[in-house]
């Protein structure tokens, strides 16, 4: 029997993000631009006093209408890539202090990775490599919808500004996005470079394997441990470590090869049908849409970490049939798989 998932994640209605960590970053950034405080927190139940208290703690849905209304009052098409030059390392506590003792780019990826629900709570870095490429892809964790470009195009900004100041050193990263060729692309040429392709597969960073284990200046193999840990009790002062969307990613992921539905995977979750579908209605998805993302994730995965062929991808899918695989990959990609692979 299928052990049941004890703790939901958090929600996109779920008060998890400290008004003083990203939304303190936005809304200076925002005040610095001339911006009227009034109209800036307007719907966001934000007061500028909460951000003095430091208390309080906003849903990803009181953050996404502050992205919005930031958007609309600066009007500015490097919004995002500013934002993103100022979050990390930041000032999220240990968390921020963490990452700046890392050693190498590994280190920092896995910082990111294992406390993105305070670093990057509406947005999820996930990270693989083969022998020749590190990969980064980035998933939206709570129902983004409109903001969804905004907060990549600021995630990955805040995450190669980073390393290049931590490592001192300019890498050759290589950007690729699931959307079409935005009509200000000379700011993605400014903030991220010109290695880009736009109408792809994933939302993803890759860069040549040997930089990943790079020494890196300014390390403190001693003192991370201390921060390290008490990473960990913040982590732990939080609703959950992860949002109900990465954990049903995570848990289709875990299952793949398995019979899915709707049925066993809410059972799963202690949650009928019914809730399972209201939930991810509030977060803008479907459970077929979840499915048909974590199989596209996993073909990619083998194709690119374990070299498989079309015929191997559908036998680890548990496809008998390569036209049902065919069919199932167009409606995954729009695309053949012979066309992708």
């Not at 947005?123 to 490429?133: C, H, V």
Request: hydrophobic share 40%; charged share 20%; aromatic share 12%.
């Amino acid at each position: 029997m299928t052990p049941l998932i004890k703790t939901l994640g958090y929600e996109i209605d779920t008060a998890c993000i400290a008004t003083h960590h990203q939304p303190a970053v936005l809304v200076e950034f925002a005040l610095s631009r001339e911006v009227d405080s009034r109209q800036l927190l307007r719907s966001t139940r934000i007061q500028l006093e909460d951000f003095r208290l430091a208390e309080k703690r906003i849903s990803p849905d009181q953050y996404l209408t502050l992205i919005s209304n930031c958007r609309k009052l600066v009007n500015a098409d490097d919004t995002s890539f500013l934002y993103g030059q100022r979050l990390w390392p930041g000032c999220f506590g240990a968390a921020s202090q963490a990452l700046q003792l890392v050693s190498n780019l590994r280190q920092a990826i896995e910082i990111i990775c294992e406390f993105h629900a305070i670093l990057s709570p509406v947005f999820t870095p996930r990270f693989y490599a083969n022998e020749q490429e590190l990969f980064i892809f980035w998933q939206d964790a709570t129902g983004s919808d409109e903001q969804q470009q905004f907060l990549l195009e600021t995630h990955m900004t805040a995450f190669i500004s980073m390393v290049s100041w931590l490592s001192k050193e300019k890498m050759p990263w290589h950007f690729e996005f699931t959307y079409p060729e935005p009509t200000y692309i000379e700011q993605y040429w400014v903030n991220l470079g010109q290695d880009l392709a736009f109408n792809q597969q994933m939302n993803c960073m890759r860069l040549p394997i040997e930089f990943l284990d790079k020494p890196w200046p300014n390390a403190s193999q001693l003192s991370i441990h201390g921060a390290l840990k008490e990473t960990q009790k913040q982590l732990l002062s939080l609703h959950s470590s992860q949002s109900f969307i990465d954990q049903l990613y995570d848990y289709i992921q875990t299952h793949i090869r398995q019979p899915l539905n709707l049925e066993k995977v809410s059972a799963a979750f202690g949650i009928s049908p019914a809730s399972m579908k209201r939930k991810l209605k509030k977060h803008h998805t479907t459970f077929q849409q979840q499915i048909d993302l974590a199989r596209k994730n996993t073909a990619l995965y083998l194709f690119q970490v374990k070299h498989f062929n079309n015929q191997q991808i559908a036998e680890y899918l548990r496809f008998n049939d390569m036209n049902n695989y065919r069919r199932a990959f167009k409606r995954w990609t729009g695309l053949s798989p012979y066309t992708l692979f």
